[in-house]
């Protein structure tokens, strides 16, 4: 116990000690930032070192957490916090979803390259490359696939084009992380297995996915994070309404008269990128009989 | 192993084939003829896209939603789809998924001519460009013949090219002119970072003018700034503009869904003319409610509706397509040439590009119906607050 009150005791410290730097530099640096290379009386020229510290670039810390009980659009709108709580929560549900996707075609993935040594050969090259296709450019692609598919009769929601894009990102270490960790039992323990005359699966379920588990959850934490970053920069690029990231950009175009306002979507995608590696901190508890020597992710 | 990886490619074929005759079959089946008699079918749901977030910019659309413009019109859903940048209006029109499209005027041409897609202007809403390039007073850039030596903020995207045409007039080029990309705030402006940026009278000008001027402690006024109204030059193009599928219109059910659009929008650009702070919260509501969008607020709107309505009410009838302008939007663009050294076209446009006919006719039955489409727009005074809230 003492022990997990260190850890949270150490986790308000590192807050506390971003919000003191945040603060720290906002009161002694620049406020036009520092700029080297600058040709006097010329705008815009050289390069800018240090970050400007005025108030439309960096806003207080209290500026922010008031702009949050402010009303979001003047008028009779609700609290900034409202619209971020719920936009959150959208954005939550459909990283749920693409994580989902992308676990399962992870798993299935890893099972297949490690059960047929063709099919690493074959497919892992593909699967490294897939990630380097830019999400920007991937993600139109998807969602005009899925309006045509729309238009065909099938239903096709843009959530589930977002779901999509994120799944895409999160199957990857999911799917590494599979490959590694069912091969990971010790050469003697898989000939015991034969030994006995025991089968794929049985070997599978008793001795590869207990194995498994120490890289299974450090690929699952990656799998979740690249879902959260997915799916908001889906929603941006394919221009869903209703979630944090449509919500962000929209604010931040108003940066000029309103600077404390994108930070409220600021603050709720931290806490979708926390909820998210708290849940998986949950599914290391249930497997906890399993987690000898985690591997690094 | 061999045997499985066969059969799994056998599997997966057979499965592509199908999907592929079934899509064909289902795409097949959606047809519905009716167009043998002669006679149609009056279209009764139909979309609209606009080219950026619900705001005042786009009221008469929302204000015809609101009042039932629309259903008066014969139709029972209109569909109003915001743009936050990542769709483009007559992309959106040409593959079809929407059926009209507000759009500026070069920024269709130079899609007409890069794609060979036909679209005809069938309104043109705004008369008046209402782009800016706003400077600070101590570091004026009050003409187009000043940007010489100077960085010039501008957003990109199809926005830029009156700042190419009015430079290109002034025998201006990127190489004497600094064109730096700016973003959707005036950051790039207060902070310095260009000597003029880009601004529309209706929301980004107005935006600075609801910033606090550290130096004073009260908000920016227009006495803080110098403008260059791409109006008042050789660059001004048309912008807001209503589009259709131009070889749509030769379908009777088509056409005659675009005239009794047009008859609602401009009852409904009436309105918001008649009513502009009416209009304007019937905006915001639509922007708050049905959009999930964050609209800047209320005050914001009520100038933005002031604005859009100077630039649409010019004393002429509402949304036919002046020749002279529409001649000068092309000029311009044929003369234009970015940072990059392109063109945003090289040749004239199709005359299909735009047409008088529906929006003539529109106003024509209004006129039948007693609606009043004359008349002129009275600015109302608008004092700004601080984030326009």
């Known amino acids: 116990m003492t022990k997990s009150r260190a850890a949270a005791l150490w986790g308000v410290v590192g807050v506390l000690a971003v919000l003191a730097v945040w603060e720290l530099y906002k009161f002694a640096g620049p406020a036009e930032g520092l700029t080297v290379g600058a040709v006097e009386g010329e705008n815009g020229s050289g390069f800018l070192l ?91 692609l998807v ?76 690929a699952l934490r990656l799998g979740a994070a690249s879902a959260v970053v997915g799916a908001v920069v889906a929603e941006v690029s394919i221009g869903m309404r209703g979630g944090i990231g449509r919500m962000l950009i929209q604010l931040a175009g108003q940066g000029s008269s309103d600077p404390a306002a994108p930070w409220g979507p ?15 901190a949950l599914v290391g508890i249930g497997l906890k009989n399993y987690r000898r020597g985690e591997a690094t992710a | 192993m061999r045997h499985s990886i066969k059969r799994g490619i056998t599997v997966a074929s057979i499965s592509v084939v199908t999907a592929i005759t079934l899509g064909a079959c289902a795409s097949g089946g959606g047809t519905s003829p009716n167009a043998s008699s002669g006679d149609f079918e009056p279209i009764t749901d139909i979309s609209l896209q606009l080219q950026w977030l619900p705001q005042a910019q786009f009221a008469g659309y929302y204000v015809a939603l609101d009042k039932g413009y629309f259903e008066e019109e014969g139709f029972d859903n209109v569909d109003i789809i915001p743009s936050g940048g990542d769709i483009v209006p007559q992309d959106a029109l040409v593959a079809g998924d929407v059926d009209f499209a507000v759009a500026w005027v070069p920024k269709v041409l130079g899609t007409l001519e890069a794609t060979g897609a036909e679209l005809t202007d069938i309104a043109q809403v705004y008369q008046k460009s209402g782009t800016l390039q706003v400077s600070f007073k101590d570091n004026p850039v009050a003409d187009v013949s000043d940007f010489e030596g100077k960085r010039i903020g501008s957003w990109g995207f199809g926005n830029e090219w009156e700042i190419f045409a009015a430079m290109a007039a002034d025998d201006l080029d990127a190489s004497t002119v600094s064109i730096t990309t700016q973003d959707f705030s005036m950051n790039a402006l207060l902070d310095g970072d260009v000597d003029a940026a880009q601004a529309m009278t209706y929301n980004e000008y107005a935006q600075i003018l609801e910033t606090v001027n550290p130096a004073t402690g009260e908000l920016f006024t227009p006495d803080d700034f110098d403008v260059v109204s791409y109006e008042d030059t050789d660059g001004a193009m048309l912008q807001d503009a209503i589009w259709a599928d131009t070889a749509r219109l030769d379908d009777p059910a088509y056409a005659d869904a675009a005239v009794r659009f047009l ?127």
Request: charged residues 15%; proline residues 6%.
């Open chain 1, 143 to 218: 969602a005009s696939i899925g309006s045509q598919i729309d238009r065909m009769g099938t239903p096709w929601p843009q959530w589930l084009s977002v779901a999509i894009i994120a799944s895409y990102l999160s199957f990857f270490p999911v799917a590494v992380g599979v490959l590694r960790g069912l091969d990971a039992p010790d050469r003697i323990h898989l000939d015991l297995m034969r030994t006995y005359a025991v089968g794929y699966w049985q070997t599978l379920l008793r001795l590869r996915l207990p194995a498994a588990v120490p890289h299974l959850l450090p």
């Open chain 2, 263 to 389: 008859k609602a929008v401009t009852k409904g650009w009436l309105y918001a003319r008649d009513n502009p702070e009416d209009a304007a919260s019937i905006t915001y509501d639509a922007a708050i409610n049905a959009e999930a969008a964050f609209p800047v607020g209320p005050v914001h709107q009520l100038w933005q509706m002031n604005e859009v309505n100077k630039l649409i009410w010019t004393g002429d009838d509402f949304g036919v397509i002046d020749q002279a302008a529409w001649d000068k939007t092309v000029k311009g663009a044929l003369v234009a040439v970015n940072q990059d050294g392109l063109n945003l076209i090289t040749d004239e446009p199709a005359d299909s590009a735009y047409s008088n006919e529906y929006i003539e006719k529109a106003l024509a039955e209004l006129a039948d119906e007693d609606v009043d489409v004359s008349g002129d727009y009275t600015p109302i005074d608008v004092t700004l607050t601080e984030g326009g809230q």
């Open chain 1, 266 to 280: 600021t603050f709720g995608s931290i806490a979708l990128g926390l909820v998210a590696a708290g849940t998986i």
């Open chain 1, 50 to 140: 240090l970050p400007r510290t005025n108030d439309r670039a960096m806003p207080h810390i209290w500026d922010m957490v008031a702009r949050l009980f402010q009303s979001t659009s003047g008028g009779s709108t609700p609290p900034l916090f409202v619209p971020v709580i719920t936009a959150a929560l959208t954005t939550l549900g459909i990283a749920a979803v693409g994580l989902v996707i992308g676990v399962v075609v992870g798993f299935v993935l890893g099972l297949l390259m490690q059960r047929f040594r063709l099919a690493e050969w074959g497919l892992l090259p593909w699967i490294v490359v897939s990630q380097t296709v830019p999400l920007i450019a991937f993600a139109p």
